[in-house]
């Protein structure tokens, strides 16, 4: 009886082997030669390391995705440096009797040079103003790798209290507290090539997170911003080293909702509207549709029923995160307002949404709660597309999205 388990076929781990097959064969399919260079770099592994080096006063934060540059935050944190990079072999001549162990100032030379070898300082833009300082764990490169976005934010004191109407411009606006307080914020977009502040964007009385990118997503040259405060998200467009307003999604879907609302309601306050804002409507509508499809197809009102008894908690809940799946579709994550400002830690005991809405077409298309296994397949299937990814000649290359 012929086993089922056919055991995978293991490639040939020798490095001359590699070598000649490299040369030989090159590669089988279009487009899978970056595939193949990196597993041939499996069998290189480096045989000397230089630690404790001596570097500027900065904060390193990472490469750009052309490896061309480094870029770094001033120990202040109101500026930008741009390094370029040497390449591998800057610090040959300075390595070449690396392997003496006994010779002290040799050791000492190599520590307190070789970052100046690898990495040259091209430009130091100041970018933060007045009592803004940026955020380390903020910075998103744009696809070719000339721009980056780099956030800052700067904290509201308590003798400058915001308005009413600054803290609340809508009424699906969260409530502040020590937690998740509210800080002013701006966007910053950087030319790596010419060494320019080219735009920036602020966010006045707001909250963003910042950290590891989550209130931020770039797809290509679209950027998305989400407002946790106001339950907004800003839509702009990379063009030319500029930001270009696309769209805002929470209290209108589409570009011209507003101008058509105030043109009935001229003077009327957003935070006292008792309607339903756009957003969470299309979700709420989508939500109804497909529970009482479900009671019709199986002849039982339970769902339609489940429906009813939760809707003030489906009314309630806010938007915590979203990325972008492509130029056109959102995922965003909702949760209770105790979560999104921070106010309970505990996540699991809570329910969450996770909606797929197209911002083209302003439909929902889809919501899973945090337990759905559907969900659970389509990450452990498509998990590429719910992660950041440089698109190069046709080739995705995912890597985490932090």
């Known amino acids: 009886m012929e086993s089922f388990y056919k055991p995978k076929k293991t490639p040939p781990q020798n490095i001359v082997i590699r070598l000649d097959n490299r040369q030989i064969h090159a590669y089988k399919q279009p487009g ?26 900065c904060f390193l934060r990472k490469f750009s995705p052309d490896g061309k540059h480094f870029i770094a935050f001033s120990a202040d944190q109101t500026s930008l440096e741009v390094y370029t990079y ?12 690396s392997e003496d ?67 609340y411009t809508n009424n699906e606006s969260v409530t502040p507290n020590i937690q998740s307080p509210l800080e002013d914020y701006t966007l910053h ?51 030319d080293g500029m930001f270009v307003d696309i769209k805002k999604i929470g209290r209108f879907c589409f570009e011209d909702d507003c101008y058509f609302y105030n043109s009935v309601y001229p003077s009327e306050r957003a935070f006292r509207e008792t309607c339903i804002n756009s957003l969470k409507h299309r979700l709420l509508v989508f939500l109804y549709k497909r529970a009482d499809a479900i009671s ?37 994550k909702y949760a209770s307002e105790d979560l999104v400002t921070l106010k309970s830690t505990d996540v699991n005991s809570q329910p969450q949404f996770f909606v797929v809405f197209n911002m ?12 759905s296994k559907q969900l659970l397949y389509l990450f452990e299937n498509f998990s590429d597309l719910f992660r950041n990814a440089s698109i190069n000649n046709g080739t995705r290359f995912t890597a985490s999205p932090l």
């Open 101 to 167: 162990r006994n010779n002290e100032s040799n050791r000492f030379e190599v520590k307190s040079k070789i970052f100046e070898r690898f990495f040259h300082l091209k430009f130091r833009v100041n970018v933060a103003k007045g009592a803004e300082q940026l955020n380390r764990e903020c910075s998103l490169f744009s696809e070719d790798g000339r721009y980056v976005i780099i956030g800052s934010a700067s904290f509201i004191p308590d003798e400058i209290r915001p308005h009413f109407y600054e803290i």
């Open 86 to 97: 040497r390449g591998p072999s800057a610090a040959a001549d300075l390595l070449q009797n």
């Open 32 to 57: 899978t030669h970056f595939h193949l260079a990196r597993q041939f770099y499996q069998n290189v592994f480096p045989n000397f390391t230089v630690i404790n080096v001596e570097k500027p006063p």
């Open 360 to 371: 083209k077409t302003s439909e929902i298309l889809a919501v899973y709660e945090n337990i």
């Open 189 to 239: 977009l950087v030319d790596l090539h010419l060494g320019k502040l080219c735009d920036t964007r602020q966010f006045k009385v707001d909250k963003i997170f910042l950290s590891h990118n989550q209130g931020l997503y770039l797809y290509r040259d679209t950027l998305a911003v989400l407002s946790v405060q106001h339950q907004i998200i800003h839509i702009f467009q990379i063009l």
């Open 296 to 332: 019709r197809s199986t002849e039982n009102p339970t769902e339609l029923r489940k429906f009813y008894h939760y809707f003030d908690n489906f009314n309630s809940l806010k938007m915590w995160k979203m990325q972008l799946l492509d130029e056109y579709l959102l995922l965003i």
